[in-house]
């Protein structure tokens, strides 16, 4: 909070300070005043200034401001225009920075300000104006801080983006500036800011900047259109057409930038109509536009004022070749060479034409004509290879192709040709090589790297290929083919490695088919389960089920993942593991029989194993701890006979006799056969005193021993009690 309150009160009282500083020094130029009956000023531009004035002087800044925009747009050079407009933004970023507490609109004016003051003339600013303009960038920097703007270059070109996507040119003129020297940025930044000045109508500067852009983006055809528009509003009529066409070779047809170069050459022609390569400009426009007849009739009359302009020729014969009239293409290409036996370009479009029209020797003829003059010129090369690849057999392609890396051993697209050539040829070990050498000369070749990564493939040097491939990915992150095949390897490699692997387990090689599964990245269901396996085989049961187990992680739909692991923990006797795993088993697949008996096998195996633990502890009369294993056995087995035997005889060692019988009577409940559960029962309700029942009890354990003509101490006593039980019966009848 404090820090905040502080931030508040630096910004009242230095900027309402500066303002009001600026201000005075602005106080001269506020009384200029200029005679717009000048014939180098608009009389409109004078009423907006005027209408300004009265703007500003009623405090309605945003209509003051808009009024001296109009006024510095009808003339650009007026400075008196220019001040009151920056006293304005001053003014209205006072009022929002004290009063309305708006400090981005605050930022916004005193950017806008900066700009007219420091930046729109694209020179230094005057001297005297130095020291005002440095307070106006203190009062900025002042407020960015306090609302934690970004002030680094890319946090500036970012603003800038966003203030000029506002429609605010000025303030963004500013943000851009602040980032043009920054390498990163400066691209950008200078792009942002020649089209601003081409928005703001000052071409002097667009062009200035707009140059510098291209420098750095020569490719970027909206700066080259931009420039060009820049050019034509300066009346640089040729640099305009220049850059037009650079604009239009970046993007191809563009029906905006074609009506901009036919009006240049219409008008051209209109100034000047006897200049024939205006006509031959216009010509070649309206060509492209697919006017032919036009394009003809301005070729034709370009020839008729300049005869020996071979250029209108080539392009009437393009026009001609362009509407598949070959013959009469060729007749100009001939008229050409004719008079310019060194002309390249003729035989090179004789020769597509001939090539068009299928004739493939003098299509050769021409294009070697063609390759004489320019032998560096592989477009040339590759059409003459493509020629003489249609009639070749593989020999004679390769044997032709090493005679010209013969000549042109670094030559990358001779050596791709030959390697690809090889490598359809099945000569694999030969093409390696040549691919490698293309990869060193033209490291953007993408094909290079494909195709020599399906040889390494086809060697079966999947790590070679997949190596290749990576740094190939790198490279060209968008290329689908190499996504492809990186994914086809993956899945070879894999598919290799779970035959190997298999193939070890099948030889009882389990520890070395463990490391060949363990190759497999990214780990895969199928791989764990061939771990779980070999643990499994070689009785490591622990590892097999946690093996199992990581599968079911990644695969937890597969039910018999389930049951293995399930499996694997029930012979590692770790039952409730084993149980926990056959339950998601049946969670899977209720009716799956392999893992019902499992569970009911484990079920035993646990219930078996907790019973020797409580019969362990009652022997050492620990009661307690008996207890609570044989409450779990119940708890997992509610039908348990034997644990609730045994429970019953642990709460008779602690005289709880009546809790023993409800145990002795479940665990009748649940095993008939238990017998001498009936003589518990009897001897418990002896000690309660409860000898109706005891008697009941004793004569049911004496008929089940008859059955089984059983003689021992028990029913020997039972015998005894019951005649003294029947004694004391009567007696107590009689005296009632």
């Given at each position: ?13 230095f ?13 001269d ?20 200034y ?54 981005n ?13 420091k ?7 005057e ?6 303009i440095?307070?106006?960038e ?51 930044a ?44 300066l ?74 302009n ?11 070749q ?65 020629m ?43 093409a ?13 070749n ?74 497999i ?27 199992y ?24 006797n ?30 035993e195996?646990?219930s ?15 009661y ?52 001498i ?14 000898y109706s ?44």
């Amino acid at each position: 909070m404090q820090k905040n309150a502080r931030k508040q009160q630096l910004l009242s009282i230095f900027f309402l300070l500066a303002i009001m500083n600026a201000s005075s020094v602005f106080a001269d130029e506020n009384v200029v005043n200029v005679n717009y009956d000048n014939s180098s000023y608009s009389q409109q531009g004078g009423i907006y200034y005027n209408n300004g004035l009265s703007f500003l002087k009623s405090n309605k800044y945003s209509e003051a401001i808009t009024e001296f925009r109009k006024a510095l747009r009808e003339n650009p050079t007026d400075k008196s225009a220019r001040i009151q407009l920056v006293n304005t933004y001053l003014e209205r970023a006072q009022y929002y920075n004290n009063k309305a507490m708006d400090y981005n609109k605050a930022a916004n004016d005193l950017r806008s300000a900066i700009f007219y003051m420091k930046y729109y003339n694209n020179e230094p600013a005057e001297a005297k104006y130095v020291a005002d303009i440095n307070t106006m960038e203190e009062n900025l920097a002042t407020i960015l801080y306090a609302i934690n703007a970004d002030q680094t270059p890319k946090g500036h070109l970012t603003m800038g983006k966003s203030l000029r996507a506002q429609g605010e040119f000025a303030a963004a003129m500013t943000e851009f500036q602040k980032a043009v020297n920054d390498t990163s940025c400066r691209k950008d930044a200078l792009a942002n800011i020649g089209e601003i000045y081409y928005v703001l109508n000052l071409n002097n500067q667009a062009v200035d900047n707009l140059k510098e852009a291209i420098s750095l983006d020569s490719k970027n055809s909206n700066l080259h259109l931009k420039l060009a528009g820049a050019y034509e509003r300066l009346g640089k009529i040729d640099l305009a057409a220049e850059e037009y066409n650079l604009a239009l070779s970046k993007t191809g047809k563009n029906d905006e930038i074609l009506m901009s170069l036919e009006n240049i050459w219409r008008q051209k022609v209109s100034d000047n109509p006897e200049d024939a390569e205006a006509h031959a400009n216009l010509g070649a426009v309206l060509q492209k536009k697919k006017d032919y007849e036009g394009a003809l009739a301005q070729y034709k009359k370009a020839e008729s004022i300049n005869p020996s302009n071979t250029n209108t020729r080539l392009n009437m014969g393009t026009l001609y070749q362009e509407q598949k009239d070959y013959e009469t293409a060729i007749e100009a290409y001939d008229t050409i060479t004719n008079f310019n036996p060194n002309f390249m370009l003729a035989y090179l479009y004789k020769a597509q034409c001939y090539k068009a029209m299928g004739k493939k020797d003098a299509a050769i003829e021409n294009y070697k004509l063609a390759l004489n003059l320019d032998p560096a010129n592989q477009d040339i090369k590759n059409e003459l290879y493509n020629m003489y690849e249609s009639s070749m057999t593989t020999e004679e392609k390769l044997e032709y192709l090493k005679t010209q890396i013969e000549q042109e051993p670094k030559n990358a697209g001779l050596l791709y040709n030959y390697a690809y050539e090889l490598h359809k040829a099945n000569r694999i070990a030969e093409a390696i090589p040549y691919y490698n050498q293309v990869i060193k000369l033209a490291p953007k070749n993408e094909n290079a790297y494909i195709n020599l990564a399906q040889a390494y493939m086809q060697q079966s040097s999947y790590d070679k290929a997949r190596a290749l491939l990576s740094d190939a990915q790198g490279l060209f992150p968008e290329n689908q083919t190499i996504k492809k095949q990186l994914a086809s390897i993956d899945a070879e490699t894999v598919s290799l490695l779970y035959n190997d692997a298999s193939t070890l387990y099948a030889q009882k090689k389990y520890q070395e088919a463990i490391n060949v599964y363990n190759k497999i990245l990214p780990v895969t269901p199928e791989a764990l389960l061939g771990i779980g396996a070999c643990y499994q085989a070689m009785g490591n049961n622990k590892m097999a089920a946690q093996s199992y187990a990581k599968s079911l992680q990644l695969d937890p739909k597969n039910v018999e993942t389930a049951y293995f692991t399930a499996l694997a923990y029930a012979n590692d006797n770790d039952y409730a593991n084993a149980k926990l795993y056959a339950k998601k088993a049946l969670a899977i697949n209720p009716q799956h029989k392999s893992t019902k008996d499992l569970l009911a096998y484990v079920t035993e195996q646990e219930s078996t194993a907790k019973m020797d633990e409580a019969l362990s502890l009652i022997e050492k009369q620990q009661y307690t701890q008996a207890l609570t294993v044989l409450n779990n056995v119940i708890k997992s087995d509610a039908q348990n006979a034997d644990a609730y035997y045994y429970r019953a005889t642990v709460y008779d060692a602690q005289k709880k006799y009546q809790l023993a019988i409800n145990d002795y009577k479940k665990a009748l409940q649940y095993n008939p056969k238990l017998t001498i559960t009936n003589y518990s029962i009897a001897i418990d309700y002896d000690y309660l005193a409860q000898y109706s029942n005891a008697l009941e009890y004793y004569k049911k354990y004496l008929s089940e021993t008859k059955k089984a003509a059983e003689t021992n101490d028990y029913t020997r006593y039972s015998q005894k009690r019951i005649q003294e039980l029947n004694s004391y019966d009567k007696s107590a009848s009689s005296k009632k």
